[in-house]
């Protein structure tokens, strides 16, 4: 990997880090620094691959209360960077997957060594507020949120200095019923964030559309792009559908929504 590739990728985790408590560009999600990281490596359909299928985990990984998800910033750009430097392209994506999970669950270490770093910065805005002072308080945000980004640049700069023949030779050493063990057990991860994200979106508004989905999807030899568009198409059919129902004068029992009227009807 040439200097400027491991310049960049050190550039994309850093962000990725600091998106991971931003969340405005997504820089952590997987399917956006996998790709990215791919791009600038020269990997990019390997990287777009992995994290589109890194995604579909992701989904089902939520903050509820005082329970932390898993780290999905140093999920995607540590097993982004440990396919590239595999070298196996598309054919180890199964087994980068395999290696995000608990990567992803060691990334809350991590996580919670930075926010107990982050307590005495809290503290000493709360002095300069005390004191007016403004400029002091945005460079201790500023400096706080770049530790974010450090805790994933660190990790992934470490990871770069491993030679890739080790790497590549690590992997390849990896024994069949290992590596398939690994992929039947990364697509099983997939499949329950995917029902956990289904489970929280469950409503009778929303499941006529989910079973149009999917039969479309089994049915069909459509292209995910075609697959999305007709996502796009119902989504926009079923919010002016709303809107008509919200700005209708029916009795005390129409609910606003005319999907759910439809429903409550039979």
């Not at 006529?208 to 459509?222: D, H, K, M, N, T």
């Not at 005390?252 to 999907?259: E, K």
């Amino acid at each position: 990997m040439s200097v400027v590739s491991i310049i960049l990728v050190l550039i994309v985790a850093f962000f990725a880090g600091m998106e991971g408590i931003l969340d405005e560009f997504q820089f952590h999600q997987p399917l956006v620094a996998c790709t990215l990281i791919g791009l600038v490596t020269g990997n990019l359909e390997a990287g777009i691959i992995l994290g589109g299928s890194l995604q579909m985990i992701a989904l089902g990984w939520a903050n509820i209360g005082a329970a932390v998800a898993p780290d999905a910033a140093l999920a995607s750009v540590a097993s982004a960077i440990i396919l590239v430097l595999g070298g196996q392209g598309v054919k180890g994506v199964s087994s980068a997957i395999a290696i995000a999970i608990p990567l992803a669950v060691a990334g809350l270490v991590l996580t919670m060594f930075v926010r107990t770093l982050a307590v005495p910065i809290v503290h000493l805005m709360d002095a300069a507020a005390e004191e007016g002072n403004y400029r002091r308080i945005e460079l201790l945000q500023i400096g706080a949120i770049c530790m974010q980004g450090l805790r994933i640049a660190i990790p992934a700069a470490l990871l770069l200095f491993i030679p890739a023949d080790a790497v590549r030779t690590g992997l390849e050493s990896m024994p069949a019923w290992l590596t398939g063990g690994m992929a039947v057990g990364g697509g099983m991860v997939v499949a329950v964030g995917y029902a956990m994200v289904i489970n929280m979106m469950a409503s009778k508004e929303v499941w006529p559309f989910f079973i149009i989905g999917f039969v479309v999807a089994a049915v069909s030899q459509l292209t995910l792009i075609a697959l999305g568009a007709l996502g796009v198409a119902m989504a926009l059919i079923y919010l002016n559908l709303s809107k008509m129902g919200g700005s209708g004068t029916g009795g005390s029992g129409n609910t606003g929504d005319p999907l759910d009227q439809i429903l409550n009807d039979y």
